[in-house]
């Protein structure tokens, strides 16, 4: 069973970047599918990005797609996602999601099997 962890959010002005990661300290995420999700206040969560467990396929939610990446450490043991020319409705709880089916992430997320707590991201404008 996983224990995913998210770490890096913070307060930023507008047009700034954020790195986040993800991490679950007992065991490699390499063979896991991992999304990252945003619930942003007031608003029903939505996914944001997804990456394969081996081969390097991603997705990503339109609005994000030229500002956002996702990206795995050689290890494969952290799962980053980069965020550059932040807005202020980027703001949200950012969460990290596993599951083993790639499927599963990129249709939305609902039925991801393992879930961190969340890191709070505010982007001031």
């Known amino acids: 069973q996983l224990q995913l962890a998210e770490s890096g959010g913070g307060l930023v002005q507008a047009g700034g970047s954020l790195r986040l990661s993800c991490v679950d300290s007992?065991?490699?995420?390499?063979?896991?599918?991992i999304g990252w999700f945003r619930q942003a206040p007031g608003k029903e969560r939505e996914g944001l990005s997804c990456?394969?467990?081996?081969?390097?396929?991603?997705t990503y939610k339109d609005s994000v797609k030229d500002r956002f990446t996702i990206s795995r450490d050689n290890a494969g043991n952290t799962v980053y996602l980069q965020m550059n020319s932040l807005k202020p409705e980027d703001t949200g709880v950012y969460y990290c999601?596993?599951?083993?089916?790639?499927?599963?992430?990129?249709?939305?997320?609902?039925?991801?099997?393992?879930w961190g707590k969340g890191t709070l991201v505010t982007v001031s404008s």
């Open positions: 007992r065991t490699a995420l390499s063979n896991y599918v």
């Open positions: 990456i394969s467990g081996r081969t390097p396929i991603t």
């Open positions: 999601a596993a599951t083993h089916r790639f499927s599963v992430c990129a249709q939305g997320g609902d039925d991801m099997d393992y």
